[in-house]
């Protein structure tokens, strides 16, 4: 991603989150969190159990989130206000107060943006790869991987519509964004974005396409009435996975062939190491044993006298065993184990994730072709 598409993905979520913006520039954009976004974002849950058990009006945070950090300002910010630095003490008692503190115990900066002392806007750096920019992306899809959203009227039909006192008709679409990974020790990801009307049954590809030509609200707009769902939620999921299936099926086959030829190729290397090594240790534990039993045959030969003393017989403390190192693996089980990381990383496979989901409803009348 780039500043402008950076840019343009925070100031969508911002806008979304309805957060307050106080500036903004092409470098950055100062703003002060709504409390969603604050809850979500500034992991500050100590002051926001207090919130909700004392039903004090909460004040959110600023920040000042930079999109392009070589072009930052030299300091477009105050700079940090100590006790030195503090304002003489006012004439109004209650800021006099004030004052006298903030000169014995410091000036404490205004993180929160309140009315209290100097403001101190904390900055983020919001460029790619950043911890800030990862955290609103997380929360992003978190928050919205399931929504349900109305295609809004445009002024002159709700003007239309209210004057005839006609309710329009709304028909509901259930949208699956899928993402396919066709996985092997190489991997390609198709993204489809499918939609199935609860009414009708109609199927449509690339959905999220004509959907965005659309004004969505999470609102049920004015002079609207939404239609009874034909299908449940569990049938038009089993029609958007059959339609899944069937483009799998016929899809080219060429890569999951080539996967299990290297696949073999690698049990192949991996067998002409083991085997070996198996064989040799196999024919080591049969000269073992034929020497065991000739070793018990001239044994038996002989007459042995076993003295056992009974006190010094007790079992192995507990935490010699303890202390004893945990066996390492044999031949075969390390060959094993390489096989089926071999078999993981190379057996062709492919996987099915919901990316996110939504209940759409639009206009019965709405051509969607």
């Known amino acids: ?16 989150m309805s957060c307050n913006i106080m500036e903004k520039t092409p ?7 709504s409390e969603q976004a604050d809850r ?52 109004n008692p209650a800021a006099a107060g004030d004052a006298a503190i903030q000169h014995t115990f410091g000036v404490a900066p205004g993180f929160n943006g309140g009315s209290r002392g100097p403001d101190r806007i904390p900055r983020e750096n919001v460029d790619f790869g950043s911890r800030r920019l990862a955290q609103i992306m997380d929360v992003a899809k978190e928050s919205g991987r399931f929504v349900s959203l109305y295609e809004s009227l445009d002024s002159g039909s709700e003007i239309l519509f209210a004057r005839g006192r006609h309710s329009v008709a709304y028909e509901p679409w259930i949208m699956l964004n899928v993402k396919l ?11 489809h974005s499918i939609g199935f009307s609860l009414i009708s049954g109609t199927l449509h590809m690339n959905f999220m396409d004509k959907v965005m030509q659309c004004s969505l609200t999470p609102k049920l707009p004015a ?7 034909r299908y449940t939620l569990e049938q038009a999921v089993q029609h958007i996975e059959q339609t899944l299936t069937e483009h799998v099926r016929s899809s080219d086959e060429t890569w999951a062939v080539e996967a299990s030829e290297r696949l ?13 090594l198996l064989k040799e240790e196999a024919e080591m534990k049969a000269k073992k044993a034929i020497a065991s039993e000739e070793s018990e ?30 066996n390492q693996l044999t031949l075969q089980e390390q060959y094993d184990m390489r096989r089926n990381e071999i078999e993981w990383q190379f057996q062709p496979r492919i996987e099915m994730s919901i990316i996110n989901a939504a209940i759409i409803y639009l206009r019965s009348n709405k051509i969607m072709t």
């Open 1 to 16: 991603m780039d500043t402008e598409q950076i840019s343009s993905y925070i100031m969508r979520y911002l806008d979304a």
């Open 27 to 33: 470098a950055y954009v100062t703003v002060k969190l």
């Open 40 to 91: 979500l974002l500034t992991n500050r849950p100590y002051y926001w159990g207090f919130i909700d058990r004392t039903g004090t009006e909460a004040e959110t945070m600023r920040y000042t989130f930079v999109f392009d950090p070589a072009n930052m300002p030299a300091d477009p910010f105050r700079a940090p206000v100590s006790y030195v630095t503090a304002p003489s003490i006012p004439s």
């Open 181 to 191: 990974e066709f996985a092997c020790d190489l991997k390609r990801e198709e993204v």
């Open 223 to 229: 002079q609207v009435h939404t239609m009874t769902w």
């Open 264 to 276: 073999e190729d690698e049990w192949d290397r991996l067998a002409a190491y083991y085997e070996p």
């Open 297 to 326: 045959t001239e044994q038996d030969s002989q007459t042995v006298i076993l003295t056992i003393e009974v006190d010094e017989a007790a079992d192995e403390p507990e935490q010699a065993v303890a202390d004893k190192e945990p």
